[in-house]
């Protein structure tokens, strides 16, 4: 089968094309496990964190991707809800252990033995991939193939990151960064906060288009300052200027969310401008988002289906993959990226 994989750690900004196009042959299931035959997966910054080694596979190579579509070719499971061509998703969380603490107080996300697709074990960039029957997820027909992927990582990570502001209708909400998650925690926001306003705060002129286009109240770069205080701000971003400039922005008591698998070094020092009274005193909380678990996968497609709202998405002919996650590191264009088998 066709795939795309990744063999060592590369360096964008030198290396245009990090991923290799193979050729391997189709997986077996085992038992309890499905065969899918790939439609379309979503392509993730966190892919771009794996080939730079910020978090790298254990086990080189792999094939990457943790939004896949996919139907289902051979069933070597008990489920019997599942059947030959149906159409499932699969997301970030490959396998949890079930047995832990964490596990069985529905944090599986934190388990120890948290197995993340498409970088501890093989992912969607491929023809074929083989995956555990609890964990996959309907796909209402709703969404084309290219629409379903996008909910099944930037959706779900948005609505965990979402829950952990605590908001309340009419809170006032931030987001720095406007790529595939924040668009979706915006539509997300509209349907269940009606009364809330949002503040995007994005590098990008794109981004900001974006952003105004989807009904935010205010978009501004990085360092501007919307015209109120907020309650809750959502990081997307892989830097740490934002950070330290949303955390200016925030009323007493207001609560700031990292949506980030890991964030970058480069502007590292901006850290320094941290200053304890007017950045943190106050009760001000500063808390990360890690991984999903199999209910907020479910819960955000449940939800999407239900406002209804398709996400805006950029498709990718399978051959162009390293063009994809360039555009994603480049923040140059719109949207959720998505390679599609055919096309
Ligand atoms: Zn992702
Ligand atoms: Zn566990």
Redo the contacts with the bound molecule.
Sequence with gaps: MKCWIIDRKADLKTEPAPLKRVDLPVPEPGSGELLLKVKACGVCHTEIDEIEGRTPPPVYPVIPGHQVIGLVEQHKGTRKDIRIGDRVGVAWIYH?????A??RKGQ?NL???FVATGRDIHGGYAEFMVVAEDFVYKIPDIFTDSEAAPLLCAGAIGLRSLRLCHLKNGNSLGLTGFGASAHLVLKLVQYQYPETAIYVFARSRTERDFALQYGCAWAGDTKERPPVKLDCIIDTTPVWTTVVEALACRKPGGRLVINASRKEDEDKDYLLNLDYPKHLWMEKEIKSVANVTRNDVEEFIRLASEMPFTPEVEEYAFEMANQAIMDIKNRSIRGAKVLVMEK
């Design positions: 949890a252990c079930g047995k832990c964490y596990c599986e388990c120890p033995d």
